[in-house]
């Protein structure tokens, strides 16, 4: 399933620039940034459980918000990329 991530995290203090660092490093594991703060991450139900369970670790859910939108399995009819930056597939061939 696809889960578009999106999060806002509060940023004037350490800690704070820490977490967000934190928060986007763990994205960034999961998925791919497609601005600054979401990401689209194609995971399986046993992936999505561990994942959320660690990003619900690292953010201050009394300073932070995280958003969680489920595309689903036939998430490629709900997607639309309008803009410059050119749009990948999280299903297509991974080239390093």
Not at 16 to 32: D, I, K, T
């Amino acid at each position: 399933m696809l889960v578009l991530v999106s999060y806002d995290v509060r940023t004037d203090s350490k800690d704070g620039v820490r977490r967000l660092r934190r928060v986007a490093r763990h994205c960034e594991n999961h998925g791919q940034r497609v601005q600054n703060s979401v990401f689209e991450c194609l995971l399986d139900p046993a992936q999505w459980a561990k994942f959320h369970a660690e990003l619900l670790e690292i953010a201050d859910l009394e300073r932070d918000s995280l958003r969680f939108y489920f595309l689903g399995a036939n998430w490629q009819r709900r997607v639309e990329h309008i803009g410059i930056k050119p749009s990948y597939d999280p299903e297509g061939p991974l080239l390093i």
